[in-house]
């Protein structure tokens, strides 16, 4: 039996852990078995760069620390060598670790969340091919821009008009 102060440090570590689940706006397990060093110092290193929180995590405390934060679906896939990846991007930990799974098969994405809901495998690969928030909302404001140049462009048709118009009555009152 663990001592009491074990206990609460695992407790404490749990509570960590369900805060960090819970204020992700999305999360990637995955199983890292027979990843070499290099490779994953590589993937880490890419992962920090894009704002990604990825830890290797025992099974027993996520599994108490993902029923805490409501995300009991993950219960399954916790086998094994596990690792969790938490973003406030939606889209930064999936794309990152599904171009690496990829390349690299010693990487096996498991499951994931986003915005406290459970997915599937074939979901967090979906999700890996969006485009980046910032991407996204560069179109949206691209798109809402282009009316608004539009109306731009025709009321500045309509003022060289009108001053057209104006120049030939007063070249007719001059003449």
Do not use: W
């Not at 995955?30 to 760069?49: C, F, H, P, Q, W």
């Not at 990604?52 to 995300?71: F, I, P, Q």
């Amino acid at each position: 039996m663990p001592s009491e102060k074990i206990l609460q440090e695992k407790q404490k570590y749990v509570e960590q852990l369900v805060q960090k689940m819970q204020s992700a706006t999305a999360g990637v397990v995955v199983s890292y078995k027979g990843i070499n060093v290099a490779d994953d110092t590589k993937l880490r290193k890419e992962l920090r760069e894009a704002g990604v929180d990825y830890a290797v995590v025992k099974n027993t405390m996520l599994r108490r620390a993902s029923e805490k934060a409501g995300l009991q679906e993950l219960d399954p896939v916790l086998k094994g060598s596990t690792a969790l990846a938490l973003s406030g991007d939606h889209v930064a930990a999936a794309r990152i670790l599904n171009k690496f799974a990829e390349t690299n098969k010693s990487l096996e994405i498991k499951s994931g969340f986003v915005e406290g809901k459970v997915i599937s495998v074939d979901s967090i690969k979906e999700l890996a091919k969006m485009p980046s928030k910032e991407v996204l909302v560069a179109k949206a404001l691209g798109g809402l821009n282009a009316p608004i140049s539009g109306f731009v462009c025709v009321l500045n048709a309509n003022l060289r008009g009108l001053v057209v118009a104006l120049n030939a009555i007063a070249e007719k009152k001059g003449a």
